[in-house]
């Protein structure tokens, strides 16, 4: 069971990014995915979460009009494109899957985790 992160790195204040999110071992369909970021000395906080079936997403407040989260069933792959970033924003993210429905994922329950990759927004 693995979850690999892609996409990170450095970006000015305004600018995008795409994450993208390999799901292999298991049956990626069956899973809740979501995205978690991370800045030094905050807890780990989901930004956005998308269901199984009907692709139904639950933006975090915090992202709402800028992130928009994606999966391809047929690939196995989650993506999270990011617009108009701000220094705030910088975190290291985390894909993660989870059987329970969106709504009801939270970090301390989360059954698998990527390892992360850095996102930098700064001029």
């Known amino acids: 069971v693995q979850l690999v992160e892609s996409g990170g790195g450095l970006v000015q204040p305004g600018g995008s990014l795409r994450l993208s999110c390999a799901a292999s071992?298991?049956?990626?369909?069956?899973?809740?995915m979501s995205w978690f970021r991370q800045a030094p000395g905050k807890e780990r906080e989901k930004v956005s979460c998308i269901s199984t079936s009907d692709g139904t997403t639950y933006p975090a407040d915090s992202v709402k009009g800028r992130f928009t989260i994606s999966r391809d069933n047929a690939k196995n792959t989650m993506y999270l494109q990011m617009d108009n970033l701000t220094p705030e924003d910088t975190a290291i993210y985390y894909c993660?899957?989870?059987?329970?429905?969106?709504?009801?994922?939270?970090?301390?329950?989360?059954?698998?985790w990527g390892q992360g990759t850095q996102v930098t927004v700064s001029a």
């Open positions: 071992g298991f049956t990626f369909s069956n899973y809740g």
């Open positions: 993660a899957a989870d059987i329970r429905p969106c709504p009801g994922i939270v970090a301390k329950a989360v059954d698998v």
